[in-house]
């Protein structure tokens, strides 16, 4: 029980409490995200309108470089069909290129285009101007336990599986 006379059961609750806690903060969060108002916002900002999807692939390939499409799919924890549906905007837009790959014409290589490279990086500055403004005043230290403790439940929710409830889903 410890000193504070609290059993097992109360951890449990606590735990639940504050993984209650965690899911709705974060469910306003992906709202936030994906609040149109927002979306276009950012756009106007930027001076180019790149879907979510379509700005972690612009991402990714920012941090890789040239790849593979299915290699993409991997690095963006996205489904190979979805990746490839998701690069043809950008690439009408001349953001990335599409090119057979030397060794093997079936393998797709997917690179940014100049411009892409050039969009990223706006949106990145955009994005990390309001995060400047939104965290103006949070203490050093807060913010960098937050981007921490962000990659903490960002590693654990791509890495722990989803336990089935006892309900049927019909």
Known sequence: HG???????DEDRDGDRAAAAVEAAAERLFRLTANRKIYAQ??????????????????????????ASGELARRS????GATLRQ??????DAL???????DDARLTLVSLTPLGREV?????????????QVMADWPPEESAQFAALVDRLAVGLRS??????????T
């Not at 000193?3 to 059961?9: D, F, I, L, Y």
């Not at 990335?96 to 030397?102: H, M, N």
């Not at 722990?160 to 889903?169: A, E, I």
């Open 120 to 132: 990223v990086a706006d949106i990145v500055e955009v994005r990390i101007d309001h995060l400047v």
């Open 87 to 92: 690069v043809k905007a950008p690439e009408a």
């Open 77 to 80: 924890h996205m489904d190979p």
């Open 3 to 9: 000193a504070s006379g609290a059993g097992p059961k």
């Open 160 to 169: 722990t599986p989803f336990n089935h409830t006892s309900r049927m889903c």
């Open 42 to 67: 950012q756009a106007e900002a930027v001076g180019a309108e790149v879907t979510r999807a379509g700005y972690a692939l612009l991402r990714t390939l920012s941090e890789i470089g040239p790849v």
């Open 96 to 102: 990335v290129d599409r090119l057979s790959g030397t």
